[in-house]
Structure formats: structure tokens, C-alpha cells
């Protein structure tokens, strides 16, 4: 029997020859470009099978590919039919190179200019003997016929308290911005970047608490904001102000069109395509230039801080508490039976919200994949003597958490090769959380950090070492982030980043160390005896936000060396001071031993 994937693949290719066509470009994004979608947006997922994160495909007459990065190559060998797919990585194999070498000449290639950006497109637009089509609705809208409806969740108020700062100064700040480099007017797609100017938060993306809506910002501080009607309730919209005009979504060509003669910014990232064509056709000059949000959203302010903070300090307490009854009555429990315990450990927090993305639980093989998502049908019980990671975040009103913790099941003790490796992940976390660095230096240039104990054991991980995460906003947040790709952005005070070095053995066991950072000026260091410091450099360095011991079982004490040693013991001892006076009795003595300096029993 032909799998369901293989029956929609057939039914889109002749679709695609009576539209003309002879192929289609399928990205994972919806119209909105953001990292999660909606299960209406999950084309891609429908089409394939795969459901990672970040992916597309290209579909031809006689061939079809599925690609992906490294985090998802055993996903995509499990969830994509290989008898009609070729299941590629897109950093090996570029879906633009690849159809460059597999489509015939003349080949008229269709794309959804709604949902994908200038930039995912450009590689595309070079290729010789290749037409692209741009198509008036995505075709796989056609074939979906039981496709889920949008989301309808309401828009909702996040108040001063928790934001820090109201939204008519948010939007003078970018207004000013877009005044001093010549432009009148920006177009927003990032839902993430709207609800943080206009102080707004929402329910349609699962685990990122926003409201699906586009606008534009414009250079006098006003803004259009094209949302479902229905979606703001009054208080919203009072909340909104005069300065914040409504519009049904179906009117954003009009309202674009009235921006002939003006200079409007697009980002080549983050707006579908479709907006520099629109307003090319009517008459506007587009700059591409940076979503100008998305800086300032990064660099959290005083209040967004101190937000993440308590987050944390409410996160560590759920999380010591499932770290204590894994150890103890969790010791036969299931992948998904643990990611469901966790999750209720946060939801007795009054505060807490959702996950901030869908928990990797992964024991055993199953930790080797990077982005492992368990199944009933993948559910594996934990056993003794294997390894176990844990990685999952929270959403609470003050901010977003983000925390991975590898553990031994015991009870007997763990190899000595793991604890090496184990010890090796733990190193490359503690060093990069310990760097201080000049103002102005950008991610990449301290990814080394995390990776160099593993690099001389000729051991390395296939992911990023950081990622920017929200306040009460998406767990992946731009611009900035530590990884060996050479990312321009310099990391700033007020920036949230990961620290996750890794390390993934396939077929056996996956390790993962994850704390939260927070950029903030580097105190500055006493001055050599006869010397006078240096005060004319401004350094940065990390406060580790995340409150969670690492498993002690898994550490090479002689290996992880006296001064790392020194600087775990005192990160364990801070958690013990914070974490402990808010737990039950018999977890808060478990936390004691948890939190031991090593050299102790």
C-alpha cells in the first residue's frame, strides 16, 4: 500500500502539471516566517512526514528531496518515506544546488512568494535555465482538504511591570531609528517582534505566547496593524491607543499601495517576498534592512532582567523537584511519563504558562538525537545504567526559561569513557559561562570555548552553542547567537543566550549541558600590584541565570581539574542557597547531596 506521503506527492505533481508547472518549492514556513507555526501552516510535515523545526523541500516530476540540517538527520531518515524521497543535508546539498543539477533545462518552478523570504529565495533566482514562478495560492492549500483552521485566540495585555517599558516609547526609539537612515516606514512580520512593541502577547503559536498579525511601523511612531478581526478585545484595543490603527489582513495590499513614493524598509530574513513585490509594483522604494526590532527586543531592559531572574528561580524550583523524583520514585518511568511529570512540576507554579517548546525527553539511543520528540510508538522506559537527557523551558508572564540536564540512572556507576565525555560537555559549559569579553565581540568568536575540551579528545557536537531566547516571548530569539558560523552581531548587555555544548553517540547516548546567560558589564578586575587599569575598555561578561544541578555521578573530578572544580562547587552552592529554602523536606536533602562540593562523599 502506497504511504500516505507517496499518495500526496503524486496528487501535487499533477496539480503542478495543470498548473503549468514543473516543480514546487516547499519551505517549513507559514506566512509569518517564525520558527513555530500552526498546525494550518505545517505544509511542509503534511507533504513529508517531517516535522522538524527547520526544513523544505523540492518537488519535481520524476524526483522530490527533503532537506535538513544536522540536528535533524535521524529524523529525517525515520520520518521520510525514502521510496519517494531523497533525504538530504542542506548544509552538504543546497536545495537550490540540488535542483540546479536535477531539473531539466527550461524547467518553469513554482513558489509561494507569501511564505518565503527574499533571502530563502535568492539562491534560487541564479540558476541558469531554471524560470521561477511565483503562484497566486500555495498548492498544497489545494490538495489539503481537512487542513485545521487558523488559530483564534485572543490578543492579550502584557503590562509594564513585566515589559519594562510602555509601547509609544518603544516605538519612538525604533521611529527614530528609521528617521536617521531615511526611511518612512518598516514592514514587521516576526509576531514576536510585534507583540514586543505593542506590549501585546497571545495564544496562537503552541509554547510562544503571541498573536498572529503583520505591521507596519512608521517614522512618525504610529503603527498599522493588520490582525483577524476579533482578536483584539476592548481592553486591548484601549491598551493599543489612538496612535495603533486596525486593519483587517485582507486590506494590507491597499494600505501597502498608499505607500507609493515612500521608502519602506523590508528584511530579507524575516518578511515573506511578497511584500517587496507588492510595493515595488506600487511604486515604493524597499530598503532591505534588519527587522528594527529585533536588537532592541534582544537587549532586555532593567525590569525584562529581573523578569528572567525570577523566572529562573521559579524554573530551578521545578526542576530540582523533578531532578529528586527522578532520582528517586521516577527511577521506571517513560520518556513521555518524565517530559509529563516535569511539566506538572511547573504548572503548580501559579505563574507558569506552557512549555517553552515541546520537552526533549530522550533516554538512551533516543538522547542521541538531537531533536528527539517522543511518541507513544518511540516511548522508551528508562533503564538502569544509561543516560538520560532532559531538555525543556517554561513560559512565565516575567520570562521564557530554557535548561537541558543529562543524568546516570544508576544504580550501578557510570563508565569511565562517559564521565570523560560527560566531563569534557561540562568544561566547554563552565568556561563559556566564565568568559569575559571586550565590548563589541560577536558569538562566534567564543564558540571555541565551549567546544575545546572536546576538540582534543578529537570530539566536536553538530549544532549551535547559543541561541537568543525571549522575555516571556520565543525560546529562539535573533539577532545574536554563539556558533562557528560567522555571525556579525556583537553580543550586548541585556542579551539572553544558551550555553549547550554536546556531545551525541549515535546508538548509544546523547549528552547536553544547557544554562541560560545573561550579558551584563563585567565588573572590573583588580589591577596587577604597580599597574593602573585599563579603564578606557569596556568588558562584558555572563551571569548564568539557570538554577540546576549537573549530575555529580556522570563528573571526572580529576579531569574536570581544581579550577573548575572551584567554580562548579560555587555554582552548585548558589543553587542549593536559592533553590533550597523553597522545597519539600526530602527533596530539599536530596538537593544537599546534589549540590556537594565534589571533593565530598
Given amino acids: 500500500m502506497p504511504s500516505p506521503s507517496s499518495t500526496r506527492l503524486e496528487a501535487l505533481r499533477a496539480l503542478l502539471t495543470d498548473e503549468g508547472l514543473d516543480g514546487l518549492i516547499i519551505p517549513h514556513s507559514d506566512e509569518f516566517l517564525g520558527e513555530y507555526t500552526p498546525a494550518c501552516a505545517e505544509r511542509l510535515a503534511w507533504l513529508t512526514g517531517f516535522t522538524g523545526s527547520a526544513g523544505s523541500a523540492v518537488v519535481l516530476q520524476n ?13 529525517l531518515e525515520q520520518q521520510v518515506d525514502g521510496a519517494c524521497w531523497q533525504r538530504l543535508h542542506s548544509q552538504q546539498t543546497p536545495p537550490a544546488t540540488w535542483l540546479a543539477d536535477t531539473a531539466g533545462p527550461g524547467a518553469r518552478i513554482g513558489y509561494d512568494p507569501r511564505v518565503m523570504s527574499q533571502a530563502e529565495l535568492r539562491p534560487f533566482t541564479t540558476l541558469d535555465g531554471v524560470t521561477l514562478v511565483a503562484t497566486p495560492t500555495n498548492p498544497i492549500d489545494t490538495l489539503w482538504t481537512d487542513r485545521p483552521a487558523l488559530p483564534n485566540g485572543p490578543a492579550f495585555i502584557h503590562p509594564l511591570n513585566h515589559a519594562g517599558e510602555s509601547s509609544a516609547s518603544k516605538r519612538a526609539r ?7 537612515c531615511g526611511q518612512d516606514a518598516a514592514v514587521l512580520s516576526d509576531s514576536a517582534s510585534i507583540a514586543w512593541l505593542l506590549n501585546i502577547r497571545g495564544s496562537d503559536i503552541p509554547c510562544t505566547p503571541v498573536v498572529l498579525a503583520f505591521a507596519l511601523i512608521h517614522a512618525d511612531a504610529s503603527a498599522d496593524l493588520f490582525i483577524a478581526p476579533g482578536k483584539i478585545p476592548p481592553p486591548v484595543r484601549d491598551w493599543l491607543g489612538a496612535d495603533i490603527r486596525q486593519h483587517d489582513p485582507a486590506d494590507m495590499e491597499q494600505i501597502l499601495a498608499g505607500l507609493s513614493g515612500r521608502t519602506v524598509g523590508v528584511d530579507p530574513a524575516s518578511n515573506a517576498v511578497w511584500f517587496a ?8 522604494t524597499v530598503r532591505e534592512t534588519p527587522d528594527p ?14 523578569g528572567m531572574r525570577s ?8 526542576l530540582c523537584r523533578f531532578l529528586h523524583w527522578l532520582d528517586t520514585d521516577g527511577r521506571n518511568t517513560t520518556e513521555l511519563q518524565a517530559a509529563a511529570t516535569l511539566d506538572a512540576f511547573r504548572a503548580e507554579d501559579p505563574g507558569y504558562v506552557e512549555e517553552s517548546f515541546p520537552a526533549i525527553s530522550g533516554a538512551g539511543p533516543n538522547g542521541a538525537i538531537i531533536h528527539y520528540r517522543v511518541t507513544p510508538q518511540s516511548d522508551h522506559r528508562l533503564e538502569e545504567n544509561e543516560v538520560y537527557l532532559i531538555d525543556s523551558g517554561g513560559q512565565y508572564p516575567e520570562g521564557t526559561t530554557d535548561v537541558t540536564r543529562t543524568v546516570w540512572t544508576g544504580p550501578g556507576p557510570a563508565p569511565a569513557g562517559l564521565k570523560e565525555v560527560f566531563t569534557r560537555v561540562l568544561k566547554g559549559n563552565i568556561r563559556l559561562g566564565q568568559a569575559r569579553f571586550p565590548a563589541g565581540t560577536a558569538g562566534f568568536a567564543l564558540d571555541a570555548l565551549a567546544r575545546y575540551a572536546l576538540w582534543q579528545a578529537g570530539l566536536d557536537y553538530d549544532h549551535g552553542t547559543g541561541h537568543g531566547v525571549g522575555s516571556f516571548l520565543s525560546v529562539h530569539e535573533g539577532p545574536a547567537r554563539i556558533a562557528k558560523s560567522p555571525v556579525a552581531v556583537a553580543l550586548q548587555d541585556g542579551m539572553v543566550l544558551s550555553n549547550e555544548p554536546g556531545f551525541y553517540k549515535p546508538g548509544a547516548y546523547g549528552i547536553r549541558l544547557e544554562t541560560l546567560l545573561l550579558v551584563r558589564p563585567a565588573r572590573p578586575p583588580a589591577a596587577p600590584p604597580g599597574q593602573v587599569p585599563d579603564s578606557t575598555r569596556q568588558f562584558l561578561e555572563f551571569e548564568t541565570l539557570t538554577l540546576a544541578p549537573f549530575d555529580r555521578r556522570l563528573i571526572d573530578t580529576a579531569a574536570l581539574g581544581p579550577e573548575d572544580t572551584a567554580l562548579l562547587d560555587t555554582y552548585h552552592a548558589r543553587i542549593l542557597q536559592l533553590i533550597g529554602p ?10 544537599e547531596g546534589a549540590c556537594l562540593p565534589l571533593n565530598m562523599a
Avoid: M
Avoid at 524526483?63 to 529524523?75: E, K, N, P
Avoid at 526590532?293 to 529581573?306: D, R, T
Avoid at 523566572?311 to 521545578?318: K, P, S, W
Fill in 63 to 75: 524526483h522530490a528531496a527533503v532537506f535538513s540540517d544536522g540536528r535533524y538527520t535521524t529524523q
Fill in 174 to 180: 525604533i521611529a527614530q531609528a528609521l528617521r536617521a
Fill in 277 to 284: 513585490q507588492c510595493l515595488n509594483s506600487h511604486g515604493a
Fill in 293 to 306: 526590532c529585533l536588537l532592541p527586543k534582544a537587549c532586555k531592559n532593567e525590569v525584562e532582567q529581573a
Fill in 311 to 318: 523566572a529562573h528561580l521559579r524554573d530551578g524550583v521545578a
Fill in 582 to 591: 523553597h522545597l519539600p523536606q526530602d527533596a530539599r536533602k536530596w538537593l
